[in-house]
Nanobody, 115 residues
Framework: QVQLVESGGGLVQAGESLSLSCQAS????????LTWHRQIPGKQRELVAS???????NYGDSVKGRFTVSRDNPKDTMYLKMTNLKSEDTAVYSC?????????WGQGTQVTVSS
């Protein structure tokens, strides 16, 4: 019933920008705690950004000042605007939603930054 679908990934050159979307369905979206994580093969999953129901945000140290997370509750969508992309940002980016005691994850979208 609950589904999270990421979109917007692709290939971009270092220094450029890219925006990701995470669209949810079957969820009490406005009350959910939302995150973006990323995974690189051989490396542990890393928190990229989070945004809570009060629109408070936090970011992983490696992306502070470059990435911006936002949410549009009427559209049941969370966004991640990524600027000044670096090769080390290459990863599969996944969104999650936590509401009460349940946590849901999307399938991920690949972001590749070429240098």
């Amino acid at each position: 019933q609950v589904q999270l679908v990421e979109s917007g990934g692709g290939l971009v050159q270092a220094g450029e920008s890219l925006s990701l979307s995470c669209q949810a369905s079957g969820l009490g979206f406005s009350g959910a705690f939302l995150t973006w994580h990323r995974q690189i093969p051989g490396k542990q999953r890393e928190l990229v950004a989070s945004i809570n129901r009060f629109f408070n945000t936090n970011y992983g140290d490696s992306v502070k000042g470059r990435f911006t997370v936002s949410r549009d509750n009427p559209k049941d969508t969370m966004y991640l605007k990524m600027t000044n992309l670096k090769s080390e940002d290459t990863a599969v980016y996944s969104c999650s939603a936590r509401i009460r005691d349940k946590e849901y994850w999307g399938q991920g979208t690949q972001v590749t930054v070429s240098s």
